[in-house]
């Protein structure tokens, strides 16, 4: 791959080298992102990109839609039977669009929506002032009991019926816990809300049915292609046959124009991948790998929010170690191993600081990394948090970690 690059642009050639061997030599540990198979790579460079479409299989903007109609059509299909969803749209760009397709297609700017707080491990999608959902609609935030680390569900259900909003969200960016949707799906009904499950990034524990489906509560089902799904840059919707056309109105032509056949192709892909015993037990491996570095660091003097986790990311807790999230982050980064700084719930520090870290298990553990591996990130983690002023320690763990990665391999050739 990339030989023409090389040819007529060298100096992009060799970013994209260097972001290659930072990937190869580093411990990509981000809860966010994993590697995706080379066919997903192969889709999202081939020639569908070329193709420019607009509307759904049958109803088309644009002539030579025959074989999209067939991809896009086989796509949908695969969604469907991967999640057991009535209706799936696999057009939105990314799950962000997704989720702003689900708003435009069941209320109106100035409506009340209500979703996990962000510094509490939501998502800015789901109703942060930042963020256009927080400028568009009226947001309310529910959040975390400041005893348990977890969703308090009674206050959920006072907030929902002291503000009556138009759309409940479930999911969260940094939650380690598993949600109960059969609860949310009741306080939803009881303030007539409609009820909407971001499961972005747990949609591949989902679809190896090592987490409970948000399906058969909610409404509406929104996802990226990414993350643990570990597929294309993409987002989809799933919802009840009743909102299909709702749904897709809402896509096209409401939030978006034309499709990116490429990424969807992409997707169509990662939804029969996702169907695999062998991408089903590299799941099983993801939450197994998520719990063995998780008991590693509390051995060793860190403090795990909620105690655990249930999935594939742990949220750290470093004031027991005296150092805030962007502190370790950094000195992390400088010897090969990257997380995210990440404010914990009731953080005292400011979002660019944090007093935690999110560090995620998908994308070693897709190279082939098991429990004993997540042991020895664990000592590299806990030797640079207590030595990141020492040049010598910190050499010896860039060496360690270098070497490490490098026993798992990814993409050998790729650039032959």
Known sequence: MLKTVKEKDIELYNIVQEEYNRQNTGIEMIASESFVPAQVMELQGSILTNKTMEGFPGKRYHAGHQSIDKMETLGIERAKKLFGAEHANIQPHSGSQANQCVYASIIKPGDTIMGMRLDQGGHLTHGAKVNLSGKMYNAVSYGLDK?????????????????????????????????????????AKSVGAYFLVDMAHIAGLVAADILPSPVPYADFVTSTSTKTLAGARGGFILCKEEYAKKIDKAVFPVVQGSAHLHI????????????????????????????????????????????????HLLLVDLRSKGLTGAQLDQALASVGITVNKNMIPYDPEKPMVTSGVRIGATAMTIKGMKEKEMIEIADMINTVAENMDNEEVMKEVKRKSTELALKFPMYEGYFE
């Open 264 to 311: 969807m192709g992409a997707k169509t892909f990662t939804f029969k991948n996702a169907m695999t015993e062998e991408y089903r037990e590299c799941m099983r491996q993801v939450v197994k790998n998520a719990k063995a570095l998780g008991e590693a660091l509390k051995e060793k003097g860190f403090r795990l929010v909620s105690g655990g986790t249930d999935n």
């Open 147 to 187: 005893e348990t680390e977890t969703i308090d569900y009674e206050e959920m259900e006072k907030i929902a019926k002291d503000h009556m909003p138009k759309v409940i969200i479930a999911g969260a960016s940094s939650y380690p816990r598993e949600i109960d949707y059969e609860t949310i799906s009741k306080i």
